[in-house]
Structure formats: structure tokens, C-alpha cells
């Protein structure tokens, strides 16, 4: 590859980005889109925009049309044109969903007929070179589900590791930089990658904490599916394996972060693509790390594995085993720094905790998805009201108090006098009020009733981690009930105050009160 055509295409990849990002953000401010969205686990507090994926698809396409010019031959071909065409409508997906949310299914059907497509148009694993052999394995039918598995997974994974500001825009550059050599040693697209580098630069000059913009799903799901693109082409369509993995060693942390949520939230009875709070990111800052503190040493350690991969695919695979010995070893050091160890080793005990808990989740998780539907059935903001205390008691919390449209509600059990700010969690939820709610305490029959809570297991709903979980289900229940009651009444202004006086237990002045709301 040439000299001048990569330093064009890095530069332009950097400067079309660092010029469309301000753009995107003071459009999203002018067309009110600033806003965002909610989500119980982002710890910002201020409306930043979840656009930054429409600067790097327009600095994708200004880096295709100089790679066009400069190699015509390559880049003209039927299997780049497929990949640009799939790369934007991925991107178009995520970026839908940014607008309006689509929903989790409907987007990972949208993600399967794109990377479907691209099966079909040629651009799959036919077959796999055996490592340390010369022998290729033909895949047939088996093809279509490995390249399928292999655009789709790449295209979540960087979605899921978007949890702190710059971190998947970073470990993205360091992944283009890994491709751009990948793909100049195997005649890949080493121009785009060089590109979209450039345009990762740029963009991290405003989502480097304090972050002025996010990726969102679409800027997401575009760099996840692109590194998928890119390591296919560059293995020959999967014969060399090793342009495969390379990528994989990158991704080792968050490979590894992921699937242990994923597995965690299965042993609990919880959809395993919900967002939590039990990131490596969110310990690291729990334990008082900044969040360029936390960034950096991510860079730090995702650059150890960039090394790796360098060597693995410089050694044509022969260094792999070593490598895996090397990284085990990093991760290791990195579980016990961060005194993340008990969470990733302790098998036996976390396992245990998880099965305990499962009953009350999934009880729990039904009275949610209950309360859910009932935002759509609601009459009046008394009865959606009505509706969240039902759910509270079920789910067995003793207090729980929802300031909402400059007034406040609150419900109590009768029999419970809690204490203890350990049993307390509170959740600003922007225009849905700030909800807070209480476990039992210790005063008189508050035992049984810490026990009491849904299916009657063993587990007490005191217990930190059990609390936790269900307080969250629960605010999260709210948030869905309350935006599907201001659906039906178009917009969300519906939970301003208009006039009317309620007192703390739920009831407008003069009106007799429900006997499901308790006492204040």
C-alpha cells in the first residue's frame, strides 16, 4: 500500500470527524434530540446526545470515495461494494433505534437479515484452515451460521462495552489499527480502517471524559460490524484463521466482562442482554477511580492485548497458545488489582447466591412486566399510582415514595416501621419522578416480612445484592408503565403538576382514599 493515499485517508478520517461532531451536537440541541434517554445504570446527569455515529458514517463515506479514487480496482469490486452497502445499513439500524427505541428483538432481526445478506452476496466463511496444518475444513451449511454468529456478535459486543465514556471508542482505534495491518499484509481494506482511525481521533476529542457526545447504537453497531467485515475479508473468507482471532485477543477484557454478565444474569432468572451495574467499569469506579482514570487504564491494558495480537498474526497463529497462557495471566493481575477476583473466580459461591436468588427474581420480574402493562390500561396518574403500589407490596417492599410533578406519594405498611439508610435506594428518573423505596427493617414483624417478599424463598429481600436487583427491576417497571400511560396521552408534560393538591399517600385533596395506597 502506499505512502500518501494512508496519511490522505487518516487525515481526512480525522478532520471530516473532528469538524461533523459539533455539528451533530448543536443540531441534536437545536431539534431538541439532546435529551437522550433514560437508563437506570448511565451515570450522567446531564442530556448529551447518542449521535456520534453519524460523524463516522459521513467520515466512512468521504474515506470510500478517496480510497475509490486512489484504488478503483479493489474498491469498485462487488464484494467492497456489498461491505460499504451492509456497513450503512447496519449503522441505519442503530441509528433508528437512537430516534425511537426499536426494541431488543426487532433489532437483533434487523441484525440477522443484514449479516444474512451479506452470506448470501458471497461474503461468508466457506471454510477454516486447521491451525498448525495445512489442512482447510470446507463449512457448507455451517458457513452461514459462523458468519452470521461472528457479524452479529461483533456487532453487540462493542455495543455492550459502551459503558464509560471513550472506552469503546478507544479499544475501536486501537482494533482499526490492528485491521489496517491485517489488511495490508492480506490485500484487505487497510485505506477505510486507516480512515476510520483518523475519524475515531476525532470523535474521541469530545467523548473523552467528560464525554460531549456517545457513540449510540448506531455508531456502535457500525464500528462493531465493521471489525467483523474487515477480519472476514482479511481471512480469505475464514482459511486464515489467525485474521480471525487477532481481533478476539483485543477484545479479551470485555470478551470476558460480557460473558460473565451474560452468565450472571442467566443464573438469576434475569434477561441476560439487561443492563446492569456489575461491569468491570462500574467497580473500578465504585472503588473512587475517576473516569479518565478508569478509560486510561482500559487503554492500558487493551494496548498489552493490542501487542498480542500483532505477534499472533505476525507468527501465523504459532505463538497462540503462549499468547492465551500470557493474557490468562494479564487478566489474572487485572481480577486481583481491582479486587474484581471474587466476582470472577468464585464459581461455588456466586453460583450459589445466584440459584437463591432466582425464585424471588422471577417473581419479581412478573408483578414488573405486570406493571408495565398496566401503563397502557391507566385512566389517571391516581391509578398508575395505584398500580406501582400493588407491585411494591407484592414484590415485599416496606415504604415506597414517588416525588412526580412537583408533588409527592408515598405508601407505608402498616405494620412496618423500617430503619437503616442500607435498606434505602433512590432513583432520579428526569420527567418520571425520583422513586425511592425501602426493605423492611428491623422493627416488630418486620422479620417474617423481609422473608415475605414475593415467592416466599429463602432469600431475604434485606440482602444487599437481592435489593439491589429488585429495587432496579422495579424503577425500571416504572419508567416503561409511565412512558406507555404518556404515549397514550401523547407526551410526557402529562405528569406536570395542573393545579390539583395531592397529599403524600397518593390521593388528589377532598377525594376519599384507595385502600391499596396504605397509610403515609
Not at 148 to 170: H, K, P, S, Y
Not at 193 to 213: E, S
Not at 480 to 494: H, L, T
Not at 495 to 520: C, D, M, N
Request: charge should be positive; proline fraction near 4%.
Amino acid at each position: 500500500m502506499q505512502v500518501l493515499p494512508s496519511v490522505v485517508c487518516l487525515a481526512v478520517g480525522f478532520f471530516v470527524s473532528l469538524a461533523a461532531v459539533p455539528l451533530v451536537i448543536h443540531l441534536a440541541g437545536r431539534l431538541g434530540l439532546a435529551k437522550g434517554r433514560h437508563d437506570l445504570h448511565h451515570t450522567h446527569t446531564v442530556p448529551i446526545p447518542r449521535f456520534g455515529g453519524l460523524a463516522l458514517a459521513l467520515a466512512f463515506v468521504f474515506v470510500e470515495l478517496i480510497a475509490v479514487f486512489a484504488y478503483p480496482d479493489t474498491h469498485l469490486t462487488k464484494e467492497h461494494l456489498v461491505f460499504v452497502v451492509a456497513c450503512l445499513a447496519m449503522f441505519l439500524l442503530g441509528f433508528r433505534d437512537d430516534l425511537k427505541p426499536l426494541g431488543a428483538k426487532w433489532k437483533l432481526v434487523g441484525q440477522v437479515i443484514i449479516a444474512s445478506g451479506v452470506y448470501g452476496l458471497g461474503l461468508g466463511v466457506v471454510a477454516i484452515k486447521i491451525p498448525f496444518t495445512s489442512q482447510i475444513v470446507e463449512l457448507y451449511s455451517l458457513g452461514y451460521l459462523f458468519t452470521v454468529l461472528w457479524l452479529v456478535g461483533m456487532t453487540n459486543l462493542i455495543n455492550l462495552i459502551d459503558g464509560v465514556d471513550g472506552v469503546a471508542g478507544g479499544i475501536c482505534l486501537m482494533l482499526m489499527v490492528l485491521l489496517a495491518f491485517v489488511g495490508g499484509q492480506a490485500g484487505g481494506h487497510s485505506l477505510v480502517a486507516l480512515g476510520m482511525a483518523g475519524a475515531l481521533l476525532g470523535f474521541l476529542r469530545f467523548n473523552f471524559p467528560p464525554a460531549k457526545i456517545y457513540l449510540g447504537d448506531g455508531g456502535a453497531y457500525f464500528l462493531g460490524f465493521q471489525v467483523g467485515m474487515m477480519s472476514l475479508l482479511s481471512s480469505n473468507k475464514g482459511t486464515v484463521i489467525v485474521a480471525l482471532v487477532a481481533p478476539l485477543f483485543v477484545l479479551a477484557l470485555p470478551i470476558l466482562d460480557t460473558a460473565l454478565a451474560i452468565t450472571r444474569r442467566g443464573l438469576r432468572g434475569l434477561p441476560i442482554f439487561r443492563a446492569d451495574n456489575r461491569h468491570l467499569h462500574h467497580h473500578m469506579l465504585g472503588s473512587g477511580m475517576s473516569r479518565r482514570k478508569v478509560v486510561l487504564t482500559f487503554y492500558g491494558v487493551t494496548v498489552l492485548f493490542l501487542v498480542m495480537a500483532f505477534v499472533a498474526f505476525v507468527s501465523r497463529g504459532q505463538s497462540v497458545p503462549a499468547l492465551l497462557g500470557v493474557g490468562a495471566a494479564v487478566l489474572l493481575v487485572c481480577a486481583g488489582k481491582f479486587d474484581f477476583s471474587r466476582e470472577w473466580f468464585a464459581v461455588g459461591r456466586v453460583v450459589g447466591n445466584s440459584l437463591a436468588m432466582r425464585k424471588e427474581i422471577q417473581y419479581a420480574l412478573s408483578h414488573a412486566r405486570w406493571l408495565e402493562l398496566e401503563g397502557k390500561r391507566a385512566t389517571s396518574v391516581d391509578t398508575l399510582w395505584a398500580g406501582l403500589v400493588f407491585a411494591a407490596e407484592k414484590i415485599g417492599f416496606s415504604r415506597v415514595t414517588l416525588t412526580l410533578g412537583g408533588t409527592e406519594r408515598e405508601w407505608a405498611r402498616g405494620e412496618t416501621n423500617e430503619r437503616g439508610p442500607e435498606h434505602l435506594r433512590e432513583f432520579p428518573l428526569g420527567m418520571y419522578g425520583t422513586l425511592r423505596v425501602h426493605a423492611p427493617g428491623h422493627g416488630p414483624g418486620e422479620e417474617g416480612l423481609a422473608r415475605r417478599n414475593g415467592g416466599g424463598g429463602s432469600v431475604s429481600i434485606r440482602d444487599a445484592r437481592l435489593f439491589e436487583i429488585l429495587s432496579e427491576l422495579f424503577a425500571e417497571a416504572w419508567v416503561k408503565a409511565a412512558k406507555k400511560y404518556a404515549a397514550q396521552r401523547r407526551g410526557s408534560d402529562v405528569f406536570k403538576p395542573v393545579g390539583e393538591p395531592v397529599e403524600a399517600g397518593g390521593r388528589k385533596a377532598g377525594l376519599p382514599r384507595p385502600e391499596i395506597l396504605g397509610r403515609t
